[in-house]
């Protein structure tokens, strides 16, 4: 009797600790949310979009550098190679830069060689990004044309009439006729109001005389 009363207890305890839940700070320790490996499984995504921006950033950068070979292999990667997914983040970049190249209203060019060269190359990044939208299916809608397209047009319209100015005139003229016939394709904020300010400019450049006067 006393051997069956032992194992009858030893068997009892071996059941109620194994039926006993672990206690609340043990299952607390072992959640995988405070290991590092979860943390940096967390992390690695915003440190991949932060070297991406970082990436882009200097690449636009490089438009305007001193070395020529640099400039145009850059300019080929974010025309030609970057992938689209991508564009904004080179937009936003093209925008703050060229914001650089106003004056605190935004409205007055300072026109310098260096701003110059990176308007030039600005216009043959945009050109090269339309001209691969060779299929009817493509489209840019994740991107605005029309703040780029302004700012460009803005500055040029100060710079003068000499060889170099004529030249990136051309070709800003060149992005404006690509534009219009793909802007089904792409997203234009204000259209009207961008394209009255383009057919403004354009006839200022090819004429001896400003719209604007005529309406004074």
Known sequence: GVCLMTEASSSTTSITSSSV?????????????????????ISAPIESA???????????????????IV????????????SPA???IMFRHLENTLMKCFGPDN????????YTLFVEQAISVLK????????KTDNLFTVDFSTLI????????????????IKIKIKMCQLVEVLMSKKDSVTLRQEFRLRN?????????????????LFV
């Not at 409205?107 to 260096?114: A, Q």
């Open 150 to 165: 302004n700012q460009c047009a803005l500055y040029l319209n100060k710079l003068g009439t000499n060889q170099l100015s």
């Open 128 to 135: 090269q990004v339309l001209d691969r939208l060779s299929e």
């Open 21 to 41: 839940p672990p206690s609340p700070s043990s299952s607390v320790r072992s959640r995988p949310t405070d290991s590092p490996n979860y943390n940096k499984h």
């Open 50 to 68: 932060t070297m991406v921006d970082k990436f882009i950033m200097d690449m636009v950068d490089l438009l305007a550098c001193d070395n020529l």
């Open 107 to 114: 409205n007055d060019p300072i026109c310098g060689p260096r």
């Open 86 to 88: 991508l564009y904004h």
């Open 197 to 213: 300010k383009l057919l403004e400019i354009i006839v200022e450049w090819t004429s001896d005389f400003s719209l604007v006067s």
């Open 71 to 82: 400039r145009e292999w850059v300019r080929e990667i974010l025309g030609n190679d970057l």
